[in-house]
């Protein structure tokens, strides 16, 4: 599976932006798909996941209720998207899709980490200035 980011930039914070990640490749069976970022000098965090007909969905506390999965049926190639809304300055950070090992999205206490993933693409950069 291949995944592309695109999208990101330069936005105030307060602001919104979207991101968008491609999914191609002949191994894509379906599964769920996750939004990572990594801020500079800290590690990979969990931003949230979708399954693949985006009706599920699960997101960090640090953007619960500020960004939404969605996925992007106008594009011609299978597209997700995180809109983020009422962006922050500790929201600067590279972020990147991931390819699920599994089609389901775990709820309750399970913990998200970059091991329950298998493919990455190449990450997008997002800078809010305060």
């Known amino acids: 599976v291949q995944l592309q980011a695109s999208g990101g930039g330069l936005v105030q914070a307060g602001g919104s932006l979207t991101l968008s990640c491609a999914v191609s490749g002949p191994s894509f069976d379906g599964n769920a798909l996750g939004w990572f970022r990594q801020a500079p000098g800290k590690d990979r965090e969990f931003v949230g996941i979708?399954?693949?007909?985006?009706?599920?969905?699960?997101?960090a506390d640090s953007v619960k209720d500020r960004f939404s999965i969605f996925r992007d049926n106008t594009k011609a190639t299978t597209t997700v998207n995180l809109l983020m809304n009422s962006l922050k300055p500790e929201d600067t950070a590279i972020y990147f899709c991931?390819?699920?090992?599994?089609?389901?999205?775990?709820?309750?206490?399970?913990?998200?980490?970059?091991?329950?993933?298998?493919?990455w693409g190449p990450g997008t950069l997002v800078t809010v200035s305060s």
């Open positions: 979708t399954n693949w007909r985006g009706l599920s969905t699960r997101y």
């Open positions: 991931a390819y699920a090992r599994q089609r389901a999205v775990y709820y309750s206490d399970y913990v998200y980490s970059q091991s329950d993933f298998t493919s």
